[in-house]
């Protein structure tokens, strides 16, 4: 129980463009998704919290215009990079909180992106 | 803010032996802490977590780890390591009453096995 997964695992795109990712809870409810960035061997670090029908809250120094999230229901978040740029190449990982067990984050297995 | 120090950023041990590797956390109140391992292609799985309690928490494949409050510590440990725990590993401490929102990671440590 409690899988998330994310597509795509990898994308490659040129500058300039927009790439979603999406992030799914696959037998579970997620009240909340968090979205995080992982430079090579560095830590995670994370992006923001989106709660189901609300506005994703951005931690400081995130545009919330370059990365969009949006959480239309309780097994879907979406990630969007506009407007690409190789400096937004990196691994974004998701984790989802299911609604009775708030003291843990599932998360899921990461997408690649590459902005050539 | 809560931070976390993970000291050693590669780890080598022989299929057998014990291993420990070090958390320290800063947080200014009683921390929720975490250790999650992350194997290539896979997402951070969770090996254990501390609230509060007995200090000594058992987790999932073997692993325990000890909080010691006096030392700001959460040392991840396990008696016999197997080839297929080499991954990377990663210490975090969460922030929010109750909830595991807003963890913080270590820069986590990478673990190799040799046979």
């Known amino acids: 129980g409690a899988v998330v997964s994310q597509h795509p695992s990898w994308v490659i795109c040129k500058s300039g463009t927009s790439v979603k990712i999406e992030c799914r809870s696959l037998?579970?409810?997620?009240?909340?998704m968090f979205w995080y960035r992982q430079f090579p061997k560095q830590s995670l670090m994370l992006m923001a919290t989106s709660n189901e029908g609300s506005k994703a809250t951005y931690e400081q120094g995130v545009e919330k215009d370059k990365f969009l999230i949006n959480h239309a229901s309780l097994t879907l978040s979406t990630l969007t990079v506009t407007s690409a740029h190789p400096e937004d190449s990196s691994f974004y990982i998701c984790s989802a909180i299911a609604g009775g067990q708030a003291d843990t984050q599932y998360f899921g297995p990461g997408t690649r992106l590459t902005v050539l | 803010a809560q931070s976390v120090t993970q000291p050693d950023i590669h780890i080598t041990v022989s299929e057998g032996a014990s291993l420990e590797l070090r958390c320290n956390y800063s947080y200014g109140a009683t921390p929720y802490l975490f250790w999650y391992v992350q194997s290539p292609g896979q997402g951070l799985q969770l090996l254990l977590k501390?609230?509060?309690?007995?200090?000594l928490v058992q987790g999932i494949k073997g692993f325990e780890a000890e909080f010691k409050r006096s030392q700001s510590s959460f040392n991840l440990r396990k008696p016999s390591v197997h080839w297929s725990d080499a991954a990377e590993y990663f210490c975090a401490v969460g922030a929010g009453t109750g909830t595991a929102s807003k963890l913080t990671f270590g820069t986590g440590t990478r673990l190799q096995v040799t046979l």
């Open positions: 037998d579970f409810q997620a009240t909340t």
């Open positions: 501390y609230f509060s309690g007995d200090t």
